[in-house]
């Protein structure tokens, strides 16, 4: 009986700190998403260009 409380609360340590990785490795996907969208708007700014005076 006392192992399975020490592995409980092993796992749930271990569910705490897997949710703050989660956050963390989260964090910088948000910071990047400025940036991919300001690409993409190029990309598509470079298509029209590129259409408007493909000769």
């Known amino acids: 009986m006392n192992r399975k409380s020490k592995?409980?609360?092993?796992?749930a340590r271990k569910s705490d700190s897997?949710?703050?990785l989660d956050i963390l490795l989260f964090i910088p996907e948000l910071l990047l998403l400025p940036f991919r969208l300001l690409l993409w708007m190029?990309?598509?700014?470079?298509?029209?260009l590129h259409s408007l005076f493909d000769w």
Not at 7 to 11: E, F, G, P
Not at 42 to 48: I, N
């Open 18 to 20: 897997g949710d703050w």
């Open 42 to 48: 190029l990309r598509m700014a470079g298509k029209a």
């Open 7 to 11: 592995w409980k609360r092993k796992k």
